[in-house]
């Protein structure tokens, strides 16, 4: 049995939601044919509390306007690990120190990752940019 396809819109809107507001490593796990409790874990990070906040309000500002509401909230209030529980998916937003110290994607390593189409696509193009132009600067100085 594989994650719901109600499940996996869910955690399509939330990971790009997160992803929206710059979330770092945004994973979508299906941990269905472990748990019988939820279908996906929606995994992402922050390097402080007030983005971890933010993607908070934003991941359920877009679950709202898609017709969701939370059945649990736990944690919004510190910034360090915040759990949205949707029953059919639940939502890890935490400190970069959070993630790296529980490791939730160790935990549920055997766990297929769901791909989500369009994850990651947020970023600001500048950053490539100049990424490029410094490397062809570097390449033509070594000829």
């Given at each position: ?49 007030r ?40 939502i ?52």
């Amino acid at each position: 049995m594989s994650a719901s396809v109600e499940a996996v819109k869910m955690a399509t809107v939330a990971a790009l939601a997160a992803d929206e507001k710059l979330a770092a490593e945004v994973v979508v796990l299906d941990v269905s044919e472990q748990l019988v409790i939820t279908d996906c874990f929606v995994i992402a990070s922050a390097p402080n509390e007030r983005q971890v906040n933010a993607i908070v309000d934003n991941v359920e500002d877009k679950l709202r306007e898609a017709g969701y509401k939370p059945v649990r909230r736990e944690g919004t209030r510190e910034g360090r690990w915040a759990l949205l529980d949707y029953v059919e998916i639940v939502i890890h937003i935490q400190h970069n120190d959070e993630r790296d110290f529980y490791g939730l994607e160790r935990l549920w390593k055997d766990c297929p990752q769901v791909p989500i189409e369009g994850l990651g696509t947020t970023r600001p193009a500048a950053d490539t940019d100049e990424a490029d132009a410094a490397g062809s600067t570097e390449a033509e100085a070594h000829e």
